[in-house]
């Protein structure tokens, strides 16, 4: 589990290192639900340093503050940083291979406060849309859950930006029919 408190300063630790990045994991469900709880990691769309060209550089940031690196299921870096008194993996991801995050979503988002923070991360119907098109069944469960909390009224989206979304990939339809059979649109 992240908490608010560890994801803050985890994410702090990495803006003062000057990375920059850009929310895009489940944790952007989690603080819409205003949840204490964020999740097992934090996934993040890297901005700077480059994944593909300065993989090295998260390997020296990891060694001089002690965290510990590894890799995601992409091959892109983790880091588990310790921040807040918990351990706090941060999964970093670009566009390589099938993973694919729009340049419209990272436009778009916002900045979001997280205890003293403001991160930025995108918009959570930017997320649903990216779940919809992972279509794995996990995603597919979690956006069910996301349906019956917004048929709950717990969260709201805004149907067009959804679409707007889904216009960026070539999956347009699968993607929409998949958030229809959520109950999400």
Do not use: C
């Amino acid at each position: 589990m992240v908490s608010k408190r560890g994801f803050a300063e985890a994410l702090k630790n990495l803006l003062d290192l000057e990375f920059r990045f850009t929310v895009i994991g489940g944790s952007v469900v989690e603080l819409a639900l205003g949840s204490s709880d964020l999740g097992e990691d934090i996934d993040v769309f890297a901005e700077h340093p480059s994944v593909i060209f300065e993989e090295e550089a998260y390997r020296r940031v990891a060694e001089e503050n002690l965290w510990d690196i590894g890799q995601t299921w992409l091959g892109t870096p983790r880091l588990i940083i310790r921040a807040g008194g918990e351990e706090v993996p941060v999964e970093f991801y670009d566009n390589i291979h099938d993973f694919y995050v729009p340049e419209l979503m990272i436009r778009r988002s916002v900045r979001v406060p997280v205890d003293e923070l403001r991160v930025k991360m995108i918009l959570l119907e930017d997320h649903l849309v990216l779940k919809a098109n992972a279509g794995r069944s996990g995603d597919i469960e979690r956006l069910k859950e996301i349906g019956r909390l917004i048929k709950r009224r717990r969260i709201s989206i805004d149907a067009k930006k959804i679409v707007e979304a889904a216009s960026e990939f070539e999956e347009k339809e699968v993607i929409l029919r998949r958030l229809r059979e959520a109950t999400i649109l």
